[in-house]
């Protein structure tokens, strides 16, 4: 694998390319909050042969650079990610992604559809459903969230983190992963960004539109997850004109590391139906 940066309307994302090309859809890798392109590495692993890989760390997010004054709406961040195709040269991929990364995917259907060549949502923000209790009162708190310190913050956040993973030691290390961006006065800043920016205005704006999607389309969910439930993925495929809709048993929130070979398998089995 190999990562590079690629400057998107004067910002540089992060990517990392793998798997062989081949005459098979390219895939595109987008993750969620407050997470990074860390969290597709066990299921890249596992992908078939003979497609060109994208694992994309959204605007402040991983190694991509902070967002600045620049809109992190699902829109903005949609965007952005057509730009980070163009600049591959590729013209239509499978999409795949998780938590906010599936409200992204979401918007590239419905305003990009001829860049998506087919999709798949796993354990993904949509309608109303989102975001949890706890970050709705973090956001009505916000005067007084702003305030705590960095070794305040991110504790709070990591146990929260916790209670999605399956798996205790992969989250300890993910974890870590995923906040060190965040870890300083001025990744504080960002992380408060994106969190102020989370909307499910946006969603439902979204979700009223589902029925447009006309690509191969999988939905996937850990049924244990604490944040975003069952009946919310249930919502989704059936809005979704042929939607499939998987469940993975003993899977969290964080399913891409809790269940990667059956994500894996689920995006392979999507990449060939729609080969058919």
Not at 53 to 76: E, F, K, M, N, Q
Not at 145 to 169: K, Q
Not at 188 to 204: G, I, N
């Amino acid at each position: 694998m190999r990562g590079e940066f690629v400057d998107v309307g004067g910002a540089r994302l992060y990517y990392y390319a793998a798997g062989t090309r081949g005459a098979g859809a390219p895939v595109v890798f987008l993750h969620g909050f407050p997470t990074s392109g860390h969290l597709w590495g066990d299921v890249v692993a596992q992908m078939p042969a003979g497609h060109r890989i994208v694992v994309a760390d959204l605007l402040g997010y991983g190694r991509s650079d902070p967002p600045g004054a620049r809109a992190l709406t699902l829109r903005t961040h949609a965007e952005r990610v057509v730009g980070l195709l163009d600049a591959l040269q590729i013209t239509s991929a499978c999409v795949v992604g998780h938590d906010l990364g599936g409200g992204v995917a979401q918007s590239l259907a419905l305003d990009w559809p001829e860049r998506v060549s087919q999709l798949a949502l796993v354990n993904s923000v949509a309608f109303n459903g989102w975001p949890t209790r706890n970050v709705r009162i973090a956001k009505a708190l916000m005067p007084l969230v702003r305030r705590l310190p960095t070794n305040w913050l991110l504790p709070i956040v990591r146990a929260d983190l916790e209670r999605g993973y399956y798996d205790a030691a992969r989250a300890v290390h993910s974890i870590d992963k995923f906040q060190r961006p965040f870890n300083s006065d001025e990744g504080r800043k960002v992380f408060l960004q994106h969190l102020a920016a989370l909307d499910p205005k946006e969603t439902q704006s979204l979700g009223a539109r589902l029925a447009e999607i006309r690509v191969p389309t999988a939905v996937v969910w850990g049924p244990n997850d604490p944040y975003l439930p069952m009946a919310l993925g249930r919502r989704l495929a059936e809005a979704i004109r042929g939607a499939s809709f998987h469940v993975i048993d003993d899977a969290y929130h964080f399913t891409p590391e809790d269940s990667p070979r059956e994500i894996a398998q689920i995006v392979g089995a999507l990449l060939s139906s729609a080969t058919r």
